[in-house]
């Protein structure tokens, strides 16, 4: 069976889908970012959210 970049991402979120440092890191990492990066210009995405680390939040701010 096949799954997703995002399914993929979204296994690895807690129960509150916010991704652990260690796995939100890779994830922008994966496509070249940082948090910094995220924060620096973080679009129409919370701060609430990217301080949570959530894993859809990070996931439409790259773009998925």
């Known amino acids: 069976m096949f799954i997703s970049y995002e399914d993929a991402v979204l296994e690895v979120a807690d129960e509150n889908d916010n991704l652990s440092l260690k796995y939100a ?7 070249g970012f940082t948090m910094d990066d995220v924060y620096a210009d973080p679009g129409d995405v919370s701060p609430i959210a990217l301080d949570e680390r959530n894993a859809y939040a990070l996931l439409n701010w790259l773009g998925y």
């Open 25 to 31: 890191t890779k994830l922008l990492a994966d496509h």
